[in-house]
């Protein structure tokens, strides 16, 4: 069975640092590439950083480049995003999601489309 668990969400004030975890079970890890998604209310889901061990590449989306950086633990088969210099439009529902590692090329976008296995999220509050 294919799991994937996010955790590390919370509040934070502005300007602050979260570290989101996502331990995955149930799939070869290489053979899959992980994103970050993000979803704040009345707003489509947004497809904010990805990664794929298979071929050493990342993205992430403008609006957290500079900020946000994803990163994995192949032996524990987990991805982080350390989310730095969290603004208050940062607050949002965080997913993560796994997908064919064709869909993580690094050059972007993070298509939630694309994803097939999804975490149930973690929420993040950035306040002013």
């Known amino acids: 069975e294919v799991q994937l668990v996010e955790s590390g969400g919370g509040l934070v004030q502005a300007g602050g640092s979260l570290r989101l975890s996502c331990a995955t079970s149930g799939f070869i890890f290489k053979d899959y590439a992980i994103g970050w998604f993000r979803q704040a209310p009345g707003k489509e889901r947004e497809g904010v950083s990805c990664i794929n061990t298979k071929v050493d590449s990342t993205y992430h989306t403008g609006s957290v480049k500079g900020r946000f950086t994803i990163s994995s633990d192949n032996a524990k088969n987990t991805v982080y995003l350390q989310m730095n210099s969290l603004q208050p439009e940062d607050t949002a529902v965080y997913f993560c999601?796994?997908?064919?590692?064709?869909?993580?090329?690094?050059?972007?976008?993070?298509?939630?489309?694309?994803?097939?296995?999804w975490g149930q999220g973690t929420q993040v509050t950035v306040s002013s």
């Open positions: 999601a796994a997908a064919d590692w064709i869909h993580c090329s690094g050059y972007g976008p993070v298509t939630s489309s694309e994803y097939e296995f």
